[in-house]
């Protein structure tokens, strides 16, 4: 029994892909000739002459299925042939994988079949000039005799349970960055998505964002509304800010005195709820001023503002991400950062700009005045803000121990790369390295082996959260906060060996000097393991290479022992802090 033939109505998608493509009188003849065919093929019986079957409908014996409101939803990519897929069962899947596969064939010889009509040709002369870019007058959005401007049809079971299916792909969680930026900007209807993902049970993958045609021109940069990352930070402030005591601060030991001063000494000197607001709201209108002037660079807060191991004193470092690669920075470093400062001229001041082996812009925030440290795709300390933050939220004697040893070593003047001494992030390594590897049972274990997937260098940017929250790690080890932190000063002055062994948290071990001298990493030099060894986590450099003169490591090591030796007979942390005689 033949079917009826096709109708020879013109499609607007059959005109968008004509002008895409170019219409020339070649492309008109191969299209009547697309057409006859067609219109032949429709009339003939429903097997071919093979004896096969002539379409996958009639191949699985399924009706054919068209939804009818359909305009929200484009098909961008050419779904999987009717091969890849077994016959439907029991598995929604794959009845929503062939419908949609059914639908794109049935709309594709659909277009094939009006293609060449008369309507279309006078289309295609009357607007063959026009840019494919151009909205049209009679564009489907601006006419309402179009089809998808009729009455709507009530949709299907089946069309329902697509349309719920899209609606959960669209929900379903993706990176941060990109979901921030779609949901700020787009509608759900500019972001699509391949319907037959459902069949292999992937992740959805944003395909193509379009904007809407709007009769109105795109508003200017200020008023749209972009995703910051700073929002997210200032909603969850309160929580960095340590206010109530812990229940085993104190035991009824020899060792509570000492803990409650160390306790209190870093409750008094941690960065406040108030200040780590305005370090938010800074970041936030730096990043706003760079995406205005660079849409495509990215501004991260990094550093001791993040992991909770600052103090009120402690300036901000940031990061300015311009690619995801390595860049020379020697020289495009410091070309970028040149032009930073060539744009935020306005809200900055006191601008210094230090070429150092990785450039820092140094300058003053106008809105806060908190000075701000600023360098270029030096994406290792996103990384290891990441690392050191969950170590934080391992046990709550970290958080004290390294801003009390950060304090300590201001005051005895141990505490600066630019004078041959130890940096900030050198000293919390060896802290978390000691709690690791220097006290039995270990206080904390090593993140980089729990989780390779999670803490490696070659994971992508954008996927790390900061702040996340690992599951609850409970250690064996009870030791009062007062015996560890005389325990560091020990550890140090007389057990660490110096010259042969390097603090390694990646492996919660010592390492020999010798074999972090060999790690092949690109950034990994073989002379720069001299008197203090500290490896970084990610890039198997030594952190502590600035203490590179034989006067600076005495000075830094008889610190050590002297403050051992005094805290040990006395017991008095108050009295540490007043000067060793």
């Given at each position: 029994?033949?079917?009826?033939?096709?109708?020879?109505?013109?499609?607007?998608?059959?005109?968008?892909?004509?002008?895409?493509?170019?219409?020339?009188?070649?492309?008109?003849?191969?299209?009547?000739?697309?057409?006859?065919?067609?219109?032949?093929?429709?009339?003939?019986?429903?097997?071919?002459?093979?004896?096969?079957?002539?379409?996958?409908?009639?191949?699985?014996?399924?009706?054919?299925?068209?939804?009818?409101?359909?305009?929200?939803?484009?098909?961008?990519?050419?779904?999987?042939?009717?091969?890849?897929?077994?016959?439907?069962?029991?598995?929604?899947?794959?009845?929503?994988?062939?419908?949609?596969?059914?639908?794109?064939?049935?709309?594709?010889?659909?277009?094939?079949?009006?293609?060449?009509?008369?309507?279309?040709?006078?289309?295609?002369?009357?607007?063959?000039?026009?840019?494919?870019?151009?909205?049209?007058?009679?564009?489907?959005?601006?006419?309402?005799?179009?089809?998808?401007?009729?009455?709507?049809?009530?949709?299907?079971?089946?069309?329902?349970?697509?349309?719920?299916?899209?609606?959960?792909?669209?929900?379903?969680?993706?990176?941060?960055?990109?979901?921030?930026?779609?949901?700020?900007?787009?509608?759900?209807?500019?972001?699509?998505?391949?319907?037959?993902?459902?069949?292999?049970?992937?992740?959805?993958?944003?395909?193509?964002?379009?904007?809407?045609?709007?009769?109105?021109?795109?508003?200017?940069?200020?008023?749209?509304?972009?995703?910051?990352?700073?929002?997210?930070?200032?909603?969850?402030?309160?929580?960095?800010?340590?206010?109530?005591?812990?229940?085993?601060?104190?035991?009824?030991?020899?060792?509570?005195?000492?803990?409650?001063?160390?306790?209190?000494?870093?409750?008094?000197?941690?960065?406040?709820?108030?200040?780590?607001?305005?370090?938010?709201?800074?970041?936030?209108?730096?990043?706003?001023?760079?995406?205005?002037c660079f849409p495509r660079w990215g501004l991260y807060l990094v550093g001791s503002t993040m992991t909770g191991l600052a103090s009120d004193l402690s300036d901000v470092d940031m990061c300015l991400l311009?690619?995801?690669?390595?860049?020379?920075?020697?020289?495009?470093?410091?070309?970028?950062?040149?032009?930073?400062?060539?744009?935020?001229?306005?809200?900055?001041?006191?601008?210094?700009?230090?070429?150092?082996?990785?450039?820092?812009?140094?300058?003053?925030?106008?809105?806060?005045?908190?000075?701000?440290?600023?360098?270029?795709?030096?994406?290792?300390?996103?990384?290891?803000?990441?690392?050191?933050?969950?170590?934080?939220?391992?046990?709550?004697?970290?958080?004290?121990?390294?801003?009390?040893?950060?304090?300590?070593?201001?005051?005895?003047?141990?505490?600066?790369?630019?004078?041959?001494?130890?940096?900030?992030?050198?000293?919390?390594?060896?802290?978390?390295?000691?709690?690791?590897?220097?006290?039995?049972?270990?206080?904390?274990?090593?993140?980089?082996?729990?989780?390779?997937?999670?803490?490696?260098?070659?994971?992508?940017?954008?996927?790390?959260?900061?702040?996340?929250?690992?599951?609850?790690?409970?250690?064996?080890?009870?030791?009062?906060?007062?015996?560890?932190?005389?325990?560091?000063?020990?550890?140090?002055?007389?057990?660490?060996?110096?010259?042969?062994?390097?603090?390694?948290?990646?492996?919660?071990?010592?390492?020999?000097?010798?074999?972090?001298?060999?790690?092949?990493?690109?950034?990994?030099?073989?002379?720069?393991?001299?008197?203090?060894?500290?490896?970084?986590?990610?890039?198997?450099?030594?952190?502590?290479?600035?203490?590179?003169?034989?006067?600076?490591?005495?000075?830094?090591?008889?610190?050590?022992?002297?403050?051992?030796?005094?805290?040990?007979?006395?017991?008095?942390?108050?009295?540490?802090?007043?000067?060793?005689?």
């Amino acid at each position: 029994m033949s079917s009826k033939p096709r109708t020879q109505k013109a499609t607007t998608s059959t005109f968008n892909l004509w002008k895409q493509q170019g219409s020339t009188m070649k492309d008109k003849k191969r299209v009547l000739d697309t057409k006859r065919r067609r219109v032949e093929e429709a009339n003939s019986p429903q097997t071919s002459q093979m004896g096969q079957p002539r379409n996958e409908e009639d191949q699985h014996g399924m009706q054919q299925f068209e939804p009818k409101n359909y305009p929200m939803l484009q098909i961008i990519n050419v779904a999987p042939t009717m091969q890849q897929v077994s016959p439907p069962a029991s598995d929604p899947s794959e009845v929503i994988t062939m419908h949609w596969t059914n639908f794109y064939n049935n709309q594709h010889r659909r277009d094939k079949a009006t293609f060449g009509s008369k309507k279309n040709w006078n289309k295609a002369k009357n607007n063959s000039n026009r840019s494919p870019r151009q909205p049209r007058k009679n564009d489907d959005e601006c006419n309402p005799s179009s089809p998808r401007k009729q009455v709507a049809v009530e949709p299907a079971a089946e069309e329902v349970k697509i349309s719920k299916s899209h609606t959960e792909f669209y929900n379903a969680p993706y990176p941060a960055a990109a979901a921030s930026f779609c949901h700020q900007n787009f509608t759900s209807d500019l972001v699509t998505y391949q319907p037959f993902q459902l069949l292999y049970h992937q992740a959805p993958q944003p395909m193509q964002i379009k904007r809407k045609q709007q009769n109105k021109p795109l508003q200017v940069w200020d008023d749209i509304r972009y995703y910051n990352p700073a929002d997210r930070f200032l909603a969850h402030a309160h929580l960095l800010h340590v206010t109530e005591t812990p229940d085993e601060l104190v035991n009824g030991s020899q060792w509570d005195k000492l803990s409650k001063a160390v306790w209190d000494k870093f409750v008094t000197n941690q960065q406040s709820e108030v200040l780590f607001c305005k370090k938010m709201s800074v970041w936030k209108t730096l990043f706003h001023a760079i995406k205005k002037c660079f849409p495509r660079w990215g501004l991260y807060l990094v550093g001791s503002t993040m992991t909770g191991l600052a103090s009120d004193l402690s300036d901000v470092d940031m990061c300015l991400l311009v690619k995801h690669m390595e860049i020379d920075q020697r020289h495009e470093a410091v070309f970028y950062l040149q032009q930073v400062l060539a744009n935020l001229w306005e809200y900055i001041e006191n601008p210094q700009l230090i070429q150092a082996k990785v450039p820092i812009l140094k300058f003053c925030d106008m809105q806060e005045g908190i000075e701000i440290d600023l360098n270029c795709n030096n994406v290792v300390g996103i990384r290891n803000t990441h690392l050191l933050y969950c170590y934080t939220r391992l046990d709550w004697r970290l958080r004290p121990l390294v801003l009390v040893v950060k304090l300590w070593a201001q005051k005895y003047g141990i505490n600066d790369a630019k004078n041959m001494t130890l940096s900030s992030y050198s000293l919390s390594l060896m802290v978390i390295n000691y709690l690791q590897c220097g006290v039995s049972p270990p206080v904390l274990p090593s993140l980089q082996v729990l989780y390779p997937e999670k803490f490696n260098p070659h994971s992508f940017i954008h996927n790390i959260d900061i702040h996340e929250e690992l599951p609850p790690y409970k250690s064996a080890n009870k030791q009062p906060l007062g015996e560890l932190f005389l325990g560091f000063l020990e550890y140090y002055s007389s057990h660490f060996d110096y010259a042969n062994t390097a603090v390694s948290v990646r492996t919660a071990s010592v390492r020999p000097i010798e074999e972090c001298r060999r790690a092949r990493t690109f950034k990994n030099d073989p002379h720069q393991w001299k008197f203090i060894c500290v490896e970084e986590p990610f890039e198997l450099t030594n952190t502590a290479r600035s203490v590179y003169d034989p006067l600076a490591f005495e000075r830094v090591k008889s610190v050590f022992v002297n403050s051992w030796l005094h805290l040990q007979s006395k017991h008095d942390l108050n009295s540490l802090f007043l000067g060793i005689e």
